[in-house]
């Protein structure tokens, strides 16, 4: 009986020990889900990238017949305006992507920066900022953003900040909860004693320790911005000389495509918005079941339900 | 005293989060540079009698102080102003829309409610098992779908075999009873599939992870100890812990239920609020839109305490 138990959490903690790039890695590679997310996501991002020199054809140019069929040359047809479809899903999902991480980006920055602050500081700090964010929680958003996109009047700027500034509450509030763990830690007191200002804490030992979880939520709101912006663009609140995927889906269906049995003009672009929303969820479902233990069963855990009380419950989590 | 406490708590939080709301209503709208969306009196074509008529019920030369509190009081009294397109009260035309809106969501909610359980149900039970696989791609497949998208898919599926706009047929010349509920019925179906899905895929996703949370208690295997058959401890143990999530489900679930009937009333021509929001912000009908918006939210946050309420009751350990 004189076995030396582990401290538990040790045998872990060693095994954690690679930095956090592996880590990435490491969980991309363990999941097969994840992986094939992360390829999806690769492959559209890598075709809309290069679509100034991969598309066939130029954007603006007509290149058949109104509404032409699938055929050798044209492989997804030609729209409402003769221009070929594939050269406008790659043109599309570029900016597409560029609203959505674009949003995403300005959603991080108020959502970590409420998140930090809240639970870096806690007290009162904290029961403002939550406030804060749970009446924005509560709020919905996609009416928020028709109304203010309709009186900013459309252009891709409007929308990314829109977009942004309504989204970034969940971000927030996971955040916070993880800074609230790592202000406590050890290490930190130490640092704390040893004089180190609340920026550097900050900086050097709570940042580096919440990233991971931070770029969870990043792949995770990306398909949220670009579910919004589809949805946007529909409304014909879109930005008219920008051709995202959602300006492609309503192009499609205000042109009479589905009438007209050109199904190719609005079959793909909405497959596409799809596959990247499936990829992102893939890949930041992955990221968030590695990241968090307690949702180790699975993803989004009864647990974290049944702790967490029904949406906006102030002070809890 | 706990319980009293905790619907007090809940219900103070409901009623700022509306005031909240409607502040931001006004601040949104009557605060916004130019005149065309903040004078509430500039319907078109109307005559002197009723913009003059508006601009002393809102006091629209007053200062904007004077205006948030006659705004509130206007509102109190259902005053939301006339809507631009057809110069009627804002607040009629919203709740016939809310009206034809009601049943298209719940139908939809509520099939995405008993397809996501029994889904997430057999999911969890089959574990690791081809089942699992395929019922979770399959969830994940359609919860990634935009809705609008989702809609136009069913409408060249189903184009010929149902009706695919309106709410009810038109050239149906003074039905009887049962002609018309079955015209409204035949109506109905796509766009409620169109919500179900969507809202679907995400409650599988929940169900499943529950189910397996409580699949893995002590009580689970005591059960299974005792030699009960499985689907008995499905349905009489680990269903009933497992279903106290879906309250909060649909409450999480309540502005992507919003923001699909907005989507999906516009690609089916349903006169429903949704479609009321689509066409005043096509036509620029900002009163309209001002009381679209505030109806909405006014809606999720009633709708959230009555879940809030509900998981109470429910399970009355979270005031701990």
Same mark, same amino acid.
């Given at each position: 009986?004189?076995? @030396?138990?582990? *401290?538990?959490?040790?045998? *872990? ?50 290149? =058949? ?32 992507? @560029? ?32 406030? +804060? ?13 028709? @109304? ?14 829109? +977009? ?19 202000? *406590? ?9 040893? =004089? ?29 911005? +670009? ?22 889906? *309503? ?14 003009? +609005? @079959? ?43 949406? =906006? ?5 | ?21 409607? $502040? ?9 540079? /130019? ?37 509130? &009081? ?6 939301? %102003? ?26 939809? !909610? ?9 889904? /997430?149900?057999?999911?969890?039970? &089959?574990? %690791? ?17 935009? !809705? ?6 069913? #409408?060249?599926?189903?184009? /010929? ?39 679907? /895929? ?5 169900? &499943? ?38 309250? $909060?489900? #649909? ?14 009333? $516009? ?29 909405? $939210? ?23």
């Amino acid at each position: 009986m004189s076995v @030396v138990v582990n *401290e538990p959490g040790v045998a *872990e903690a060693a095994e954690v020990a690679p930095g956090r790039g592996t880590f990435l890695l490491r969980t991309l590679r363990r999941r097969p889900s994840a992986s094939l997310g992360a390829t999806i996501l690769g492959l559209v991002a890598l075709a809309a990238l290069l679509a100034p020199w991969l598309a066939p054809y130029g954007l603006h140019t007509q290149a =058949g017949p109104v509404f032409g069929r699938p055929s050798w040359t044209h492989p997804l047809g030609l729209d409402d305006g003769g221009i070929d479809m594939v050269t406008l899903l790659m043109w599309g999902a570029r900016i597409s992507l @560029v609203v959505g991480f674009a949003a995403t980006l300005v959603s991080m920055a108020i959502g970590g920066t409420v998140g930090v602050l809240a639970g870096y500081f806690g007290g009162k700090t904290d029961t403002i900022l939550m406030r +804060i964010t749970d009446y924005f929680l509560v709020i919905p958003d996609v009416p928020l953003m028709i @109304v203010v996109a309709a009186i900013w009047g459309p252009s891709l700027f409007h929308i990314v900040i829109v +977009i942004g500034i309504l989204l970034w509450t969940g971000t927030a509030r996971v955040l916070r909860a993880q800074v609230k763990s790592v202000r *406590e830690r050890v290490y930190v007191k130490r640092a704390r004693a040893l =004089g180190a200002g609340h920026v550097r804490i900050v900086v050097r030992h709570v940042l580096p320790q919440v990233a991971p979880l931070l770029i969870a939520n990043t792949v995770l709101t990306v398909a949220v911005a +670009i579910f919004d912006e589809t949805a946007l663009s529909f409304l014909g609140l879109g930005d008219p000389s920008r051709t995202s995927l959602g300006k492609v889906i *309503e192009n499609a269906f205000q042109r009479a495509a589905i009438s007209s049995g050109a199904w190719w003009a +609005i @079959v793909p672009p909405g497959a596409l918005v799809a596959l990247i929303i499936l990829g992102c969820s893939l890949v930041g479902g992955a990221l968030e079941d590695a990241l968090n233990p307690r949702l180790a069963v699975a993803h989004l855990s009864a647990r974290t339900f049944r702790l967490r009380p029904p949406v =906006g419950r102030p002070g809890a989590s | 005293m706990r319980g009293a406490d905790y619907v007090i708590k809940r219900t103070g939080f409901a009623v700022v989060t509306v005031l909240v709301a409607v $502040t931001l209503n006004f601040a949104l709208f009557r605060l916004a540079p /130019g005149s065309a969306v903040s004078d509430l009196s500039r319907v078109p074509h109307a005559t002197p009698e009723l913009r003059h008529a508006l601009k002393q019920q809102f006091g629209l030369d007053k200062p904007k102080l004077t205006q948030y509190v006659i705004y509130l &009081r206007e509102l109190a009294h259902g005053n939301l %102003g006339v809507s631009f397109a057809n110069e009627q009260p804002v607040w009629s035309n919203l709740r016939t829309a809310l009206m034809n809106t009601l049943p298209m969501v719940l139908l939809g !909610t509520l099939f995405a409610i008993v397809v996501g359980t029994l889904t /997430g149900v057999i999911a969890a039970w &089959r574990r %690791g098992t081809p089942t699992e696989a395929a019922t979770v791609t399959t969830a994940l497949g359609f919860y990634s779908m935009p !809705t609008h998208w989702l809609g136009l898919m069913l #409408v060249i599926i189903f184009a /010929g075999t149902l009706p695919t706009g309106g709410m009810t047929n038109e050239f149906l010349i003074d039905p009887s009873f049962w002609t018309h509920l079955k015209d409204l019925a035949s109506h109905i179906v796509l766009p409620s599939l169109t919500l179900g899905l969507v809202l679907y /895929g995400e409650y599988t996703l929940i169900v &499943r992870s529950a189910m397996l949370e409580t699949l893995g208690e002590d009580y689970i295997l005591t059960a299974r100890a005792k030699g009960l058959k499985p689907w008995t401890i499905v349905r009489r143990h680990a269903l009933r812990n497992a279903m106290l999530p879906v309250a $909060t489900l #649909v409450a999480l679930s309540l502005g992507y239920i919003v923001a699909g009937a907005i989507l999906i009333e $516009t690609v089916f021509s349903w006169p429903g609020i949704g479609r009321a929001v689509y066409e005043a912000v096509l036509q620029r009908d900002y009163p309209m839109l001002q009381g679209a918006f505030l109806l909405l $939210t006014i809606s999720v946050v009633f709708f959230n305490l009555v879940a809030d309420l509900l998981y109470f009751k429910l399970d009355p350990r979270i005031t701990e």
